[in-house]
T-cell receptor, first 116, second 114 residues
Framework: AQSVTQLGSHVSVSEGALVLLRCNYS??????LFWYVQYPNQGLQLLLK??????LVKGINGFEAEFKKSETSFHLTKPSAHMSDAAEYFC??????????????FGTGTRLTIIP | NAGVMQNPRHLVRRRGQEARLRCSPM?????VYWYRQLPEEGLKFMVY????????ESGMPKERFSAEFPKEGPSILRIQQVVRGDSAAYFC????????????FGPGTRLTVT
């Protein structure tokens, strides 16, 4: 069974500072990993995904994440925070069910606040 | 290309009533997923459907909840005799593939049970 742990339910950073959102996963097979962003009262938007290959993944809006198998981590970073980055961020791992379909297991989310 | 559509966006029901949530997948997507987000929690998988077939309903509560994806029309998540604990945001996602495709999410339906 897969699981995802996001450390820190709330993170605050100053505008222009580094953003680091932590995600650790548990998976019995090589994982596909995702970061989604959710703005207030909206659905989830895909930021980036890791499947295979290069372990540093670049996404939209200047975000990137690095897959570290030895640490079972997939932390999300952005060099310089912008006010528009304020949102909730979800890390997810995908797995194959007993029925052959893919389904996502999400972490509990990290709410990012940007301080002007 | 329109994204995943869900309606209504907000739904208020009294205890004991029925709630019907609709989801129209992205054009060309035949795989639909429903997830539930309880307050202060992440999304939890409920059910996966293809046209006219429920493939995986391992995340659905055993009673009162049902889902369908008919040959024509949107996917429907139906909750009978709603209780306060059903208050949550319900998200639909669609994908072009059963495995390996990205899931694209709709804006969600926020159900409030009074």
């Amino acid at each position: 069974a897969q699981s995802v742990t996001q450390l820190g339910s709330h993170v605050s950073v100053s505008e222009g500072a580094l953003v680091l959102l932590r995600c650790n996963y548990s998976s019995s097979v090589p994982p596909y990993l995702f970061w989604y962003v959710q703005y207030p009262n909206q659905g989830l938007q895909l930021l980036l995904k890791y499947t295979t290959g290069a372990t540093l993944v670049k996404g939209i809006n200047g975000f990137e994440a690095e897959f570290k198998k030895s640490e079972t981590s997939f932390h999300l970073t952005k060099p310089s925070a912008h006010m528009s980055d304020a949102a909730e961020y979800f890390c997810a791992v995908s797995g194959i069910s007993n029925f052959g379909n893919e389904k996502l297991t999400f972490g509990t989310g990290t709410r990012l606040t940007i301080i002007p | 290309n329109a994204g995943v559509m869900q309606n209504p966006r907000h739904l208020v029901r009294r205890r004991g009533q029925e709630a019907r949530l609709r989801c129209s997948p992205m054009k060309g997507h035949s795989h639909v997923y429903w997830y539930r987000q309880l307050p202060e929690e992440g999304l939890k998988f409920m059910v996966y459907l293809q046209k006219e077939n429920i493939i995986d309903e391992s995340g659905m509560p055993k009673e009162r909840f049902s889902a369908e994806f008919p040959k024509e029309g949107p996917s429907i998540l139906r909750i009978q005799q709603v209780v306060r604990g059903d208050s949550a945001a319900y998200f639909c996602a669609s994908s072009p593939e059963q495995v390996g495709g990205v899931q694209y999410f709709g804006p969600g339906t926020r159900l409030t049970v009074t």
